[in-house]
């Protein structure tokens, strides 16, 4: 059994201990809000925080984050740096497909969280590791530069 | 869906079981954690054979799987030393700058798949890094004598004695993971073992390099060569991106 917390609740999951924590969210608990995309930690769509710092479900064994707080898309809204975020991808209409949506704004959260004041060219590195085959980048840049005002 | 679940999380397991497999050689070829023994200097060093076992190690610090985090600010990746994706940072630590630390892609353990981001399992946790900021121990750019002097010296090498210097190489656990890559990376020229020796022999021969030569504490001559190294070898990189971007078995981080 391995016990973490999973958005601000305690979880215990009965799985062996090299299981990616993407599957333990998506088959184990039932949250499917984290994607599965390349699967090697290169597309950035499977993005959660561990501790407040972003970590690629995909590869990240289970057993890594035994005792730690791990947070999805689920409940990046609870504070106030997660539902800027969100209020500003609605405000910018930035989705298009979506498949990648979670992982980028879990991606621009993390960003806004360990800098509250992003130069573009922060935002362009940071956001680099989320790709988006719709191409919504723009949108995206955008957002995360309103996010940042919003909590300013 | 379901059946790249299963597919993957049984990869995963099959790359731990290798591991652990892995394990006890990685350990013989350590001398074994808690046992490593430093090789003494002999009274009497032959300085040829020393200089010939530092031309013998100096092949392996110069592969990818070790120049590719010994640089001067942003770490390279692959077999061609190409520029980091994502363009991550070095930070103060060596574990990169939030958001993007190491520890975002680079997991506890090599994924099984080809072009995954390699892992590192450091007491259960992500222990991928490069060296620290105040302590860069740069060699991109350098080679034969320069080199030399700038692994030997402890400015320049992490505050090392030559036994602190041998006991790095020998058992730390980042260092043999540059034997086992995981799939589709090349492996440095030398195997762990035939690493290990030269490093003894060198050590015990003094560990002598060109008295002549400066010691380097930037990477190149100045800091400014040292980006003239680095752009020369983007350029490098970018002309034959046609030809590498054709291998079979290009890897990526």
């Known amino acids: 059994m391995i016990s973490f917390r999973l958005n601000g609740k305690p979880q215990d999951v009965d799985v062996p201990g090299d299981t990616p924590v993407l599957w333990v969210l998506r088959d184990t608990v039932g949250l499917t809000g984290t994607k599965f995309g390349c699967g090697i930690a290169v597309c950035g ?108 | ?76 990746q692959g077999d061609f030393k190409r520029m980091h994706y994502p363009p991550v940072q070095r930070g103060v630590d060596g574990k990169g700058v939030a958001p993007l630390n190491c520890a975002t892609c680079h997991s506890t353990q090599n994924s099984p798949l080809a072009h995954a981001p390699p892992g590192l399992d450091t007491n259960g946790q992500p222990g991928w890094h490069m060296p620290p900021a105040k302590m860069k121990m740069s060699w991109f750019g350098l080679s034969g004598p320069a080199l030399c002097k700038v ?20 058992t730390d656990h980042l260092v043999a993971w540059g034997w086992q890559p995981g799939p589709s990376r090349e492996l440095p020229p030398l195997t762990k073992a035939a690493f290990d020796e030269p490093v003894s022999m060198g050590i015990r021969n003094g560990a002598p390099c060109d008295t002549r030569e400066p010691l380097r504490t930037s990477a190149g001559r100045t800091r400014a060569a040292a980006n003239e190294d680095f752009l020369t070898n983007l350029r490098v990189v970018a002309e034959s991106t046609t030809v590498v971007s054709g291998a079979p078995n290009g890897s990526q981080p």
């Open chain 2, 151 to 170: 692994v030997r010296e402890p400015k320049t090498n992490g505050g090392r004695t030559l036994a602190m210097l041998q006991e790095h190489m020998a």
């Open chain 1, 45 to 152: 769509a499977c993005t959660v925080h561990v501790d407040g710092r972003q970590r690629r479900a995909c590869v990240t064994p289970v057993s890594s984050i035994a005792g730690r707080e791990l947070t999805t898309i689920e409940a990046i809204g609870d504070d106030k740096v997660g539902r800027a975020v969100q209020d500003a991808w609605v405000r910018h209409d930035v989705v298009q497909c979506g498949y990648c949506q979670s992982g980028q704004v879990m991606a621009a959260v993390a960003l806004l969280k360990a800098n509250k004041r992003p130069t573009d060219a922060d935002i362009d590195r940071a956001m680099s590791a989320n790709l988006c085959r719709c191409g919504t980048y723009a949108r995206i840049h955008a957002a995360v530069k309103d996010a940042a005002k919003a909590i300013a």
């Open chain 2, 1 to 76: 869906m379901a059946s790249r679940t299963r597919t993957s999380s049984s990869g995963l397991r099959r790359c731990i079981a290798m591991s652990a497999m892995a394990l006890p050689i990685a350990a013989v070829a350590a001398g074994g954690a808690g046992t490593f023994q430093p090789t003494q200097v002999s009274v009497t060093p032959d300085r040829s054979a020393g200089l010939q076992a530092f031309a013998q190690i100096e092949r392996v610090l110069l592969h990818p799987r070790c120049v590719n985090c010994h640089v001067p600010e942003a770490p390279l």
